[in-house]
């Protein structure tokens, strides 16, 4: 099997005549350092419409975001520019900004470049506080208190393009020079600019060059000439003026649209129910887009599975990037954002003695910077342990949310403008939220725990897996440990005079002896690593038991709350082949929505699929590919149940 082509490169700048970012690439710069602010501005800002647009006075300002679509981020100028430039919009308006990159400059190179330029300091100070690790697909990264939302799609566009669902109303193309990077102006790129394009979208571009004109009228664009910035002759604004034929995504399914969903608005009420690392994630997202959020849970915050003293967030491998792969790496990517912003204590670096090669990280287009080769194995630097009980309180640390120790006794569902009721059984009485969202982990499969119990609930395939871990006493060897080490099972360097060794992954019947089989299995399997061969049972000082809920192909459920009859009624002979021209879009119950199924990666999953929720909810673009997508929707297996033949 030959190696996948590399969905990204990371550069760095090269500085031509010691002043000019300049990529050796392309053979061409990213801008002049004497006049490219202005020139960005000229050509972008004002040659689509942007600038004009920012500051409309129109009476859905509120309510409908401009969407701003780059084909090369570079250096991230036009973003910067555009940052700057909303700040004196109208308080309700909100910004998308897609921008797509293959060739990434690291932030190391972005820094060095931004200090030149003081007058532009404080919005780049703020996209090099968000700006990701570099590893493929798309990062959101949210500012101004989350009226702009920049979608970072890393990759190439011609690839990501038809598995982003957005229309723009402005677009920048500005690629390098068109002879030297031909694949940013073609007409398959072009075609896919179109069918992501809004009714009316304008387009600017640098370039005049003859068949880049012609690729944009052949998509449906009205181009015209404008004087070019300085001693350039020419530049180009384009206005779309045909609709294109076809859709974004060809291969799009009705069973994953989001149509007919009921949308989350600023200032309504939600309930969350969960309050371990799955709820306090999507209560905190939410109270950041102006919900007012109650969280319930009987256990209190981090009571249950969440509530491990110590918890790694680490990398998922394969041979080549898969699913379960891709999804974990973004997670691990935001997960990392997430707690630099919110300042959680961490003690960082993993070394992971089952990796001997670099060649999983290299066809997953980890950045060289992200990892070490070691003689024991690979160290991740950015990897690491934090408490996840800690993390929890932060996340629920907001003036718009507020924690409730009670238990859902049932919902009570209605039609009309609040249409979901839940009872608690304490003495909270009743809640009337606009919306809810399910995050219960194992709760809601185990038997004397649940209050739950619906015929979602009941027929997913998710299930309870138990896992042990030891707190231990040192060894005479392991008091030099830094870092956690990981192979089958991971052990911590000393947290409050113990180590934590872990963790069993126990999905079939429990033995009446397991705490003692697990035990045992646990330090064997601990010992091969030099700092606790001599580790013994008289060490282990605690031992703790959880229950994660996993779904079979260890991806979590994320998505509207469906009712499955509805599903098989609907689709289940489209699904089994036979021949239909339409399908109507996934009915959902209103207002209803699950976040579960997070397994025994809850830190590293919770904090993308909360962002991944939010978006979901509130109607904005939601930051994964489609075909992703199908992979973590909630409904996804009772869809896969629907084809499979009826037995009579």
């Known amino acids: 099997m030959s190696d996948p082509k590399p969905r990204i490169r990371v550069t760095g700048l090269e500085w031509k005549d010691g002043a000019t970012p300049y990529s050796s690439e392309f053979r061409d710069v990213y801008f002049a350092p004497s006049s490219g602010v202005e020139e960005s501005r000229y050509v972008y800002l004002e040659g689509s419409g942007l600038l004009d647009a920012i500051h409309e006075q129109s009476g859905d300002v509120g309510t409908r975001p401009l969407t ?17 430039a909303f700040r004196s919009a109208p308080s309700l308006r909100r910004l998308n900004y897609f921008s797509f990159e293959n060739r990434p400059v690291s932030k190391s190179h972005l820094e060095s470049l931004y200090s030149a330029y003081p007058d532009h300091q404080t919005a780049a100070k703020e996209l090099l506080e968000e700006y990701p690790v570099l590893t493929p697909g798309i990062h959101l990264l949210r500012f101004q208190n989350g009226r702009v939302n920049l979608y970072l799609c890393l990759g190439d566009a011609n690839e990501l393009l038809p598995r982003i669902q957005f229309k723009a109303n402005h677009w920048f193309w500005d690629g390098f020079a068109p002879r030297r990077n031909p694949d940013a102006f073609s ?15 304008r387009g600017a571009s640098f370039t005049s060059a003859g068949w880049v004109r012609r690729a944009l009228e052949t998509a449906g664009f009205s181009v015209s000439k404008r004087k070019g910035f300085g001693h350039k002759r020419e530049c180009i604004s384009a206005t779309l003026i045909t609709a294109p034929q076809g859709q974004i995504d060809s291969n799009q399914k009705p069973w994953f649209s989001t149509h007919t969903m009921l949308k989350f608005e600023a200032g309504n009420r939600v309930a969350v129910i969960g309050a371990g690392l799955g709820g306090t994630s999507i209560a905190r997202a939410l109270a950041d887009r102006g919900a007012e959020v109650t969280v319930i849970d009987p256990h209190g915050i981090a009571g249950r599975a969440s509530s491990n003293p110590i918890g790694l967030y680490n990398t ?23 707690l630099h912003r919110l300042g959680i204590e961490k003690h960082p670096g993993i070394l992971r003695t089952d990796i001997r090669s670099p060649e999983p990280l290299i066809r997953a287009d980890y950045p060289e910077d992200f990892y070490r080769m070691q003689a024991e194995g690979i160290f991740f630097p950015e990897c690491g342990m934090i408490d996840p009980r800690a993390l929890c309180r932060e996340r629920l640390n907001h003036p718009r949310i507020r924690v409730v120790e009670d238990s859902v006794n049932r919902v009570i569902r209605s039609p009309g403008e609040n249409p979901i009721e839940l009872v608690l059984t304490g003495s909270n009485g009743s809640l009337r939220p606009n919306h809810v969202v399910y995050s ?6 185990l038997e004397n725990h649940s209050t739950l ?25 392991s008091h030099t440990l830094r870092h956690a080490l990981v192979e089958e099972g991971y052990a911590t360097p000393l947290i409050e005079g113990r180590h934590l060794i872990g963790a069993t992954y126990q999905a079939k019947t429990i033995h009446p ?7 045992d299995a646990l330090i064997e399997n601990a010992r091969k690593w030099p700092h606790f061969s001599e580790l013994t049972r008289s060490q282990v000082k605690a031992i703790k038991v959880g229950y994660r809920l996993s779904t079979p192909d260890k991806l979590p ?3 509207p709350l469906c009712d499955p009859e509805w599903i098989r009624n609907t689709y289940g002979r489209i699904l089994k082949g036979a021949k239909s021209t339409e399908a109507p879009p996934l009915h959902s119950l209103a207002g209803e929505w699950l976040l579960t199924g997070l397994g025994s990666r809850g830190i590293t999953f919770s904090s993308l699929a909360s962002e991944i929720l939010a978006c979901w909810m509130s109607g904005d673009p939601v930051p994964l590919e489609t075909d992703l997508i199908e992979h973590i929707h909630s409904s996804r297996f009772f869809i896969r149940n629907s084809r499979k033949p009826e037995i009579r």
């Open 513 to 519: 002896d397991q705490e003692e089989i697990d035990t």
């Open 453 to 477: 119990r619906d015929e979602f609930h009941d027929q997913n395939p998710t299930r309870p897996i138990r896992g042990q871990i030891l707190m231990t006493e040192p060894t005479p060897k």
């Open 316 to 338: 998922q491998l394969s041979k080549i990037p898969n699913p379960v792969s891709r999804f974990s790496q973004l997670s691990l990517v935001h997960l990392i954002r997430e």
């Open 68 to 84: 701003v679509a780059e084909i090369g981020f570079g250096v991230g100028l036009n973003f910067i520019l555009t940052l700057e």
């Open 440 to 445: 219960l982990g194992a709760d809601a499969k």
């Open 557 to 559: 459920m994320i998505g």
């Open 187 to 201: 007409d398959r790129l072009f075609e896919q600019v179109a069918l992501h394009s809004a009714s009316g979208a």
